[in-house]
């Protein structure tokens, strides 16, 4: 038998590649970013970062020590269009800038978009300045939450958290109950309601919950991946989950 050598022929044109840096005890974060991402030229890619109990600031600043090396593991030695870092709290407890540059020191060419950066650029666009804010969160971690908004210069109108420790147990929200705990919040002439965290289930019932409240809705992983679309010059209208895809 002849063994024959066959040269190969390599693609000319690659996707759009996103790293997501997801906690390791997130349920929720991965299926929603698939959802939306489905046929479309995107080519995801997901590291797991370790998490610590129970959910404060300071296991949250100690997470973050990790970014940079789970970001190098992400497609080591490759280039990324953008790394998303996961974690709405963990954002708002360590600072943008401190999340950005652990990013960058393992992929300095890649965009980096955190829950927190990407809900204040949805609220500009669509213009909003009054929300309501509703966290599954700890009253340290939900105060924590509702001040940051604060600071960045929006009115915020009411807020209700379910005072949760434990992130595994943030999964298990049942979403039609969520729905229900949503539709009965008062809003205080809120134009929009924010659902913090990426582990929450609420991507499937925004829809709902708009036409429930006629408010706009936006949720963690929503105004992730929408600000990540974006980041990509990806600006189709995107149907099912809420006013904000459907706004260029």
Known sequence: MNSI?????????????IGLIALSTDFIIEKDFKKIFKNREIDLFVNRIRSFYPLTNENLIKMSESVTEVSKDILPNEKLDCVVYGCTSGTIASGYDSIKNKINLAKPEAKVITPSSAAINALKNLNISKLS???PYSKKLNTDVVEYFKSQKFEVTSNSYFDILNDNDIAKIDPDYLFDVIAKMELGGAEAVFLSCTNLPALNIIDRLEKKLNKIVLSSNQVLIWDTLKSLGKTEKVKGFGKLFLKN
């Open 5 to 17: 050598k066959v040269n190969p022929k390599y693609n000319s044109k690659t996707n759009s590649r």
């Open 133 to 135: 804010i509703f966290t």
